[in-house]
């Protein structure tokens, strides 16, 4: 059965740097999307992604944030100066389309020390 | 106001029990909802996923929306020590593409 994939499980980084996450979506789908949660918290909502553009974001997506599609299978989440807030679980999801069930890879566990 | 509440739990029932987990929501323009199921540290995974009021049914799963008083359930009949998991109920705002969760429910079912 197709999944979505997530490399690295788990990545630590010092304050300041930059950390780029990277999602391989199930190959037919069109519709990408980045979600994170604070290790207690709910899962939010972080970005869409859709015909190589933000489809919609939410206000912690900002100016430190980036997405891209570089090709046609891999989808990155880059954190440009990586804050001691941004650690967290990232999942990636992806979707036939904007109805559709989104499914969710296994995450990344990003730890900002 | 939290768009979609659950209560986080825990809850903790035997091994057999027919579970009952619910969820609120509080924007009547969601449009469909799911219930995914979310192991320790992992991805969640989609259990169920309807569209309109009334009852749908996969396996030992059932999903329950009521539309009236924007009240989500998912009923887990026989369950088993490997249902033990977190459960986040989740929707799309109408015209949005984003899926709003609630907090998750976590479930310890014992042997």
């Known amino acids: 059965e197709p999944e979505v994939t997530q490399t690295p499980s788990h990545q630590v980084t010092q304050m300041g740097q930059e950390v780029i996450l990277r999602c391989v979506p199930i190959s037919n789908h069109l519709y990408f999307y980045w979600y994170r949660q604070i290790l207690g918290q709910k899962v939010e909502f972080l970005v869409s992604?859709?015909?190589?553009?933000?489809?919609?974001k939410s206000e912690i997506f900002d100016d430190q944030f980036s997405v891209e599609r570089p090709d046609g299978s891999n989808f990155t989440l880059k954190i440009r100066s990586t804050k001691l807030e941004d650690s967290a679980m990232y999942f990636c999801a992806s979707g036939a389309d904007s109805t559709d069930t989104q499914y969710f890879g296994p995450g990344t566990r990003l730890t900002v020390l | 106001q939290k768009e979609v509440e659950q209560d986080p739990g825990p809850l903790s029932v035997p091994e057999g029990a027919i579970v009952s987990l619910n969820c609120t929501y509080s924007n009547s323009a969601f449009q469909y909802f799911m219930w995914y199921r979310q192991y320790s540290r992992k991805g969640p995974e989609l259990l169920m996923y309807t569209y309109s009021s009334g009852n749908k049914e996969d396996g030992r799963f059932t999903a329950q929306v009521d539309k009236s008083s924007k009240y989500i359930s998912l009923f887990i009949r026989d369950s088993q020590p490997s249902d033990s998991a977190t459960y986040l109920c989740?929707?799309?705002?109408?015209?949005?593409?984003?899926?709003?969760f609630g907090q998750g429910t976590r479930l310890t079912i014992n042997p």
């Open positions: 989740a929707g799309p705002p109408q015209g949005a593409q984003k899926l709003v």
């Open positions: 992604f859709y015909n190589n553009e933000i489809s919609e």
